[in-house]
C-alpha cells in the first residue's frame, strides 16, 4: 500500500477533517496546507496521475509522529535523558510494522484492542503474530506486516471507531 492510500483510510478511520489532518502534519514538523492535504487525499483517475500530491516516507512519518502529539500530547523528555530520535522509515517493508506501532501508540491500544480490531475485519492474528509485527527490525522474531494485514487492521479500525 502507498502512504497516500494510508492516509486516506486513516483519515476515515479516525474521522479526521482536513484542517485536522494539516495541524498532525505540523506537529510532526511538516508544514502542509489545507490545499495540499487536498490533493495527498484525493485518489487520482486514471488520466490524472499527475495531480494527486505524493506523500513520501519523511513526510508519513512525520504525520505518524504529529498523530501521536495529537492525540496524546507532547512527551517532554525526562531529565538526564537525551532526546532519541524517532526511528525513520528505511524502506517499504518497514513502513506497515510502524504504523501498526505509531497508531497502537496514538490512540493508546491495548495488544488485546488491536487483536479485537483485526478480528472485527474478519481475521485472525495471533498474539504472538502481533508481538512480532510491533518488533524493532533486526530481532530474531521480527516479522514483516504485509499490505494485507495492514488494510485490515486499517479497515477494522474504521469498523470500531465510526461504527
Known sequence: ?????????????????????????????????????????????????DTQLKCNNKMFDSFLNGLIIYKRGKQEPKPGN?????????????????????????????TEDMLEIFEMAGIFVSKGELGAFLRKEGHKNYKECLDKYARNFL???AIKYRG
Open 82 to 110: 537525551p532526546d532519541k530520535p524517532e526511528p525513520s522509515i528505511q524502506n517499504k517493508a518497514n513502513l506497515n510494522n510502524l504504523m501498526l506501532k505509531k497508531v497502537k501508540i496514538a490512540l493508546s491500544l491495548t
Open 1 to 49: 500500500m502507498e502512504n497516500n492510500d494510508i492516509l486516506i483510510r486513516l483519515r476515515y478511520a479516525l474521522e479526521l477533517k482536513n484542517r485536522e489532518i494539516a495541524e498532525i502534519f505540523r506537529l510532526g514538523g511538516v508544514e502542509v496546507s489545507i490545499p495540499d492535504v487536498v490533493n495527498i487525499l484525493t485518489k487520482p483517475d486514471e488520466d490524472e496521475m
Open 155 to 157: 479497515k477494522g479500525l
